[in-house]
């Protein structure tokens, strides 16, 4: 099945620096990456997609990278703020017709004012 | 709409109890998800359903785990005996399948705790 790694684990920035968290995919069949965000005792909710056949993403400050060739994605978020600080999830759906996520370890992300 | 619901919000209970967790998903949307999240194993699919049907139930850990989708608008998540291992936050989620993308919105969650 698919197996997703996600680095770094923990990220520490000042405020108004850029952060990037990345992840790697195992199935080349994956078509369909999301970025979730977690706050503390909350709910995952989704920040920004991309499916295989578009390289780049972007929305406002939040832009997402994909190489379908080395099967990584990456998450980038410029002019940091206090309130970007969470856990960020990346995942990817597996082989065609499997609809489920498969999560990667998540990244702390804190932003220091 | 009032996106995913989930009840209880929190469970305590002891171990060898039985536990139901509840999940009303989207209206309109057909695949419905559960998953599970520990600090040791992250977010963990444990099953999840198409047109009230299972499709893939390959993470339910063992047998004292189950899950029905009786009908398009409820499902239940059952734990029997539980045990403290079992102590984590489940979450459920639904997607609609004819959507452009998959994104799959979350419930708030059913915080477990297994003494």
């Known amino acids: 099945g698919e197996n997703v790694e996600q680095h770094p684990s923990t990220l520490s920035v000042q405020e108004g620096d850029s952060a990037v968290i990345k992840c790697t995919y195992s199935?080349?069949?994956?078509?369909?990456f999301p970025w979730y965000k977690q706050e503390l005792g909350k709910r995952p909710q989704l920040i920004i997609d991309?499916?295989?056949?578009?390289g780049e993403k972007k929305d406002q400050r939040i832009a997402v990278t994909l190489n379908k060739t080395a099967k990584h994605f990456s998450l980038h978020i410029t002019e940091t703020q206090p309130e970007d600080s969470a856990v960020y999830f990346c995942?990817?759906?597996?082989?065609?017709?499997?609809?489920?996520?498969?999560f990667g370890s998540g990244t702390r992300l804190q932003v220091q004012p | 709409d009032a996106g995913v619901i989930q009840s209880p919000r929190h469970e305590v209970t002891e171990m060898g109890q039985e536990v139901t967790l509840r999940c009303k998903p989207i209206s309109g949307h057909d695949y419905l998800f559960w998953y599970r999240q520990t600090m040791m194993r992250g977010l963990e699919l444990l099953i999840y359903?198409?047109?009230?049907?299972?499709?893939?139930d390959s993470g339910m850990p063992e047998d004292r785990f189950s899950a029905k989708m009786p009908n398009a608008s409820f499902s239940t998540l059952k734990i029997q005996p539980s045990e403290p291992r079992d102590s984590a936050v489940y979450f459920c989620?639904?997607?609609?399948?004819?959507?452009?993308?998959?994104?799959?919105?979350f419930g708030p969650g059913t915080r477990l705790t297994v003494l």
């Open positions: 359903f198409n047109n009230n049907v299972p499709i893939d």
């Open positions: 199935d080349s069949a994956s078509n369909y």
């Open positions: 989620a639904s997607s609609l399948g004819t959507s452009v993308n998959n994104e799959q919105f």
């Open positions: 995942a990817a759906v597996g082989n065609t017709g499997r609809r489920a996520l498969t």
């Open positions: 991309i499916r295989s056949n578009v």
